[in-house]
């Protein structure tokens, strides 16, 4: 299939009174086999002749691909605090604020892999510079599937250099850092790295510029074909290499459906049909559960007061279940058989249980003689008000998770006998 690359040379401004924009840029197009078809440097109204949307392939966000320069895109390294990914990506705003000065709200964030632990890669963006690329781009049916900071695409070892001249302009990259630096600080910019090796694109540095670096640097100078830097920028693309895509959250880009999605989506119809009749299935059958239950707990306290009338009635079914026990000559709850104290604890959690709290999840462990619960509560005071009532009753309550989520504060607790 074959592929657009853009390579933006600068900022996307919208002409006053008109629908157009000012900006310039560089464009190729490739074959199936990586040979150039095309290539040139157009603004607006030529991209506009350069992408037909009578061209399927052009429709295909994956496709198109945007080099952005990095003189735009701040890329910082961070870690931040989290067990999981969700927590981690809610706090990233919060730790990359320190390293800008305008308000976090006006940037965007786009970062790579998240793994708790380890640093996580970040590139920050203006909010209003990529809304005006994006703007331009499709005002002229061009759907791009990847925004990538021009530095990203290059050697990321550190002990090597890129360096990308245009102009009066150095981009000089390495895998701690990257900047655009003018040609009269390029010396002082290589000086700061510890490197080994320099890569040279559409230019070579003087030895003058060399002077702040180990003459044991060595120096590899790459051509560049007539299409220029964008067409290097290409080929490591397609090398299929992981790099940070600017086109995360809200700019996530739009995919058409396949032919194959849409002959799925009548199955998936019907399989989630299925799953909503699984569930009214449940639903009834935990009512009836319930109701069951309710039912035997009631004859329960019918045949104590039937079979010792003289005695004070017992005021829950934990009590119940001890004086019975003593009545048989039984031992105390928590050492009852495994189904038994299944029984207690579930029926002694219901009593204390309040119809606005959602019960997630519920399991028995038989070897441990524990109830595992996982319920949604309004806030924390509530958790400290079940642990309360369970222990009045002998029951321990352990707390191993305890999380706030939109909705309230999710919660996993060990429920045993105390003893």
């Not at 910082?76 to 976090?104: M, N, T, W």
């Not at 104590?304 to 009545?327: C, G, N």
């Not at 207690?344 to 249980?353: E, P, W, Y």
Request: net charge negative; proline share 4%; with cysteine.
């Amino acid at each position: 299939m074959p592929k657009l690359y853009l390579r933006v040379l600068s900022d996307a401004r919208a002409i006053p009174d008109e629908e157009e924009y000012e900006i310039s840029l560089e464009w190729l197009i490739t074959e199936n086999d990586g040979g150039v078809r095309g290539y040139g440097r157009t603004d607006q109204r030529g991209l506009a002749d350069v992408a037909d949307p009578n061209v399927e392939w052009l429709n295909d966000p994956d496709n198109t691909t945007v080099f952005v320069p990095s003189d735009f895109v701040l890329k910082v390294a961070c870690e931040v605090p989290g067990r999981s990914q969700a927590q981690i990506r809610r706090a990233l705003p919060f730790a990359v604020e320190e390293y800008i000065a305008s308000d976090i709200e006006s940037m965007h964030i786009a970062h790579g892999p998240i793994k708790a632990g380890e640093p996580i890669h970040c590139n920050l963006l203006s909010r209003e510079q990529i809304d005006n690329w994006l703007a331009c781009f499709t005002s002229v049916g061009v759907h791009p599937g990847a925004f990538i900071a021009d530095a990203e695409i290059l050697d990321q070892n550190r002990s090597v250099a890129t360096l990308v001249f245009d102009d009066d302009s150095v981009l000089v990259n390495n895998a701690s850092q990257a900047a655009v630096v003018g040609r009269d600080n390029l010396s002082m910019a290589l000086g700061t790295l510890a490197i080994d090796r320099i890569i040279s694109l559409n230019g070579v540095p003087t030895d003058l510029e060399l002077g702040q670096i180990e003459s044991s640097v060595a120096v590899e100078e790459v051509s560049v074909t007539e299409a220029g830097v964008i067409e290097y920028f290409a080929k490591r693309h397609r090398t299929g290499e992981s790099y940070v895509n600017l086109l995360q959250g809200e700019y996530r880009p739009h995919r058409p459906q396949s032919a194959n999605a849409t002959r799925w989506r009548g199955v998936f119809a019907l399989a989630a049909g299925w799953l909503v009749v699984g569930f009214v299935s449940l639903v009834v059958q935990g009512w009836w559960a319930s109701s069951e239950a309710e039912r035997l707990e009631r004859l329960s306290f019918d045949f104590y007061k039937q079979t010792f009338p003289r005695e004070s009635q017992p005021v829950s079914i934990d009590q119940l279940r001890r004086r019975m026990a003593s009545k048989l000559g039984q031992a105390s709850p928590g050492a009852e058989g495994s189904e038994s104290a299944f029984i207690g604890l579930t029926a002694q959690f219901a009593n204390v249980a309040k119809a606005e709290h959602s019960v997630l999840s519920m399991s028995y462990t038989e070897q441990r003689r524990e109830l595992n619960v996982e319920i949604l509560l309004k806030n924390y005071d509530e958790l400290d008000a079940y642990k309360t009532q369970l222990a009045a009753q002998g029951i321990e309550v352990e707390t191993t998770n305890a999380e706030q989520e939109t909705r309230g504060v999710r919660t996993r607790m060990r429920v045993r006998y105390a003893g």
